[in-house]
């Protein structure tokens, strides 16, 4: 049973700063492409940050890029999205997401596993 556990959403002021964390195994982690995307009530899901894992290649979206920083941590089959100067806007319920390959992509529907999420709210 594959599992992506979220962690490091809250509530900022405008601003301010908040670490998301996904947490996985070693089978899931490796040579796989991981994202993090957000979604609001009726709103469409949108990708914010992709990492793939082998080669560490990095992607955001534009209203992000600055922002957010997406990392990974290979020792403890982690990624992370470091967001900063947090802007009202980015309020969203985040979600990570794994891709059973190395290739990343910006469509929800090709991911394989998601987390619960984690809510980040900016006021």
């Known amino acids: 049973h594959v599992q992506l556990v979220e962690s490091g959403g809250g509530s900022v002021e405008a601003g301010g700063s908040l670490r998301l964390s996904c947490a996985t195994n070693?089978?899931?982690?490796?040579?796989?492409?991981f994202a993090w995307f957000r979604q609001l009530p009726g709103r469409e899901r949108e990708g914010v940050a992709s990492?793939?894992?082998?080669?560490?290649?990095?992607d955001y979206v534009d209203s992000v890029k600055g922002r957010f920083t997406i990392s990974q941590d290979n020792s403890k089959n982690m990624v992370f999205l470091e967001m900063n100067s947090l802007k009202p806007e980015d309020t969203a319920m985040y979600y990570c997401?794994?891709?059973?390959?190395?290739?990343?992509?910006?469509?929800?529907?090709?991911?394989?596993?998601w987390g619960q999420g984690t809510q980040v709210t900016v006021s």
């Open positions: 997401a794994a891709r059973t390959v190395p290739f990343c992509a910006s469509l929800g529907s090709l991911y394989n596993y």
């Open positions: 070693a089978a899931v982690f490796s040579d796989n492409c």
């Open positions: 990492i793939s894992i082998g080669n560490g290649l990095t």
